[in-house]
């Protein structure tokens, strides 16, 4: 197997909302069907879907790595539909914050050390 990339599948408990919050926190949206919408973001990307189980958006984690974290949290700190923003930490690996988006999902924005 010769692997490309890969796409997650965010769920959305309000599809709306979930949609207005990663184009607040910098993700263009692409429209894929009425119940699929693609996020991309550089060379990454996303599927946000209009699906909610609460078990599975309550545990669906996803690490972000963006080159300027400070940048980062101050975009994210903006975004009216989040439910929740750490500060920044250090780590032995780097920096990172953690965002909790509209449907419970956990963001991990990291900004990785350079070694």
């Known amino acids: 197997m010769d692997v490309d990339h890969i796409k997650v599948f965010i769920p959305s408990k309000d599809y709306e909302v979930s949609k207005r919050f990663y184009r607040q926190i910098g993700f263009k949206g692409e429209f894929v069907s009425d119940e699929l919408t693609l996020f991309e973001n550089g060379d990454c990307q996303f599927f946000l879907q209009d699906f909610y189980q609460e078990d599975l958006a309550k545990n669906f984690m996803l690490q972000i790595c963006v080159q300027d974290i400070e940048a980062a949290h101050s975009l994210c700190e903006k975004a009216t539909n989040k439910l929740k923003i750490s500060d920044v930490s250090m780590e032995a690996w780097g920096k990172v914050f953690y ?9 991990h924005i990291t900004e990785l050390r350079k070694f």
């Not at 965002?99 to 963001?107: A, V």
Request: glycine share 22%; charged share 10%; no cysteine.
């Open 99 to 107: 965002l909790w988006g509209p449907s419970g999902e956990l963001l």
